[in-house]
């Protein structure tokens, strides 16, 4: 059962262009969402994360727009460059819980 | 500072082999999760702890799969009998609270990538 459903698979941008990558969760009890970047041989690092009670953070270059009704929450990246180059993965966790429920990723390719 | 650190970075097993997988979280860290990673896919969750104790291995997809924190600090994941289904990347990441006091964020180590003949 996948609870966090997360696409494109594979999205390219060139460099200067937004990047835009959704998800969709299932259950309501989520109330912590964060992005995660991850580069080839290395673990995912936190990139940005957002709870329910905001519709949209912003941080630099990333913005989370999250839409609570529609269960829907998306990652924008303006201005990308090559070394965004990597790939995303959304996730959701429950207070008290912890673990992080991801979304399948989505690999981004910036062209130069 | 240093960060979540994993040993062995790669494993090649043969079927039916034991292995063992270390975690060297960050200092001070009071939770830790193991997380398995097939190719191509997310992280799944396999286990947590918060200092020594294993407060939520629903993950753990077989009796074959062990975990264990005994001090508080370096964490084992044990894959007992590997099957060729067992190979993925398992990553280990800590946090510095424990759960019910807000969300933290959880610092991934760089894995291990377990390859089972």
């Known amino acids: 059962q996948q609870q966090v459903k997360q696409s494109p698979q594979s999205l390219i941008v060139q460099k200067g262009g937004i990047s835009i990558i959704n998800c969709a969760y299932e259950?309501?009890?989520?109330?912590?969402f964060p992005w995660y970047q991850q580069f080839p041989g290395k673990g995912p690092a936190l990139l940005i994360a957002?709870?329910?009670?905001?519709s949209e953070k912003k941080e630099g270059r990333f913005t989370i727009s999250f839409n609570k009704s529609a269960k829907q929450f998306s990652l924008h990246i303006m201005d990308s460059q090559p070394g965004d180059s990597a790939t995303y993965f959304c996730?959701?966790?429950?207070?008290?819980?912890?673990?992080?429920?991801f979304g399948t990723g989505t690999r981004l390719l910036v062209s130069p | 500072g240093a960060g979540v650190s994993q040993s062995p970075r790669y494993k090649v097993a043969k079927r039916g082999q034991d292995v063992a997988l270390r975690c060297d979280p960050i200092?001070?860290?009071?939770?830790l999760f193991w997380y398995q990673q097939a190719l191509g896919q997310g992280p799944e969750f396999l286990t947590y702890?918060?200092?020594?104790?294993?407060?939520?291995k629903s993950g753990l997809p077989s009796d074959r799969f062990f975990a264990e924190r005994p001090e508080g600090s370096v964490s084992t994941l044990k894959i007992q009998r590997t099957q060729q289904e067992d190979s993925a990347v398992y990553l280990c990441?800590?946090?510095?609270?424990?759960?019910?006091?807000?969300?933290?964020?959880?610092?991934f180590g760089p894995g291990t990538r377990l390859t089972v003949l």
């Open positions: 996730a959701a966790s429950m207070r008290g819980f912890q673990k992080l429920v």
């Open positions: 957002i709870r329910p009670d905001v």
């Open positions: 259950n309501t009890a989520f109330d912590y």
């Open positions: 200092s001070g860290h009071v939770s």
């Open positions: 990441a800590s946090s510095p609270r424990r759960p019910g006091l807000g969300h933290y964020e959880q610092f």
């Open positions: 702890f918060q200092n020594e104790a294993q407060l939520d």
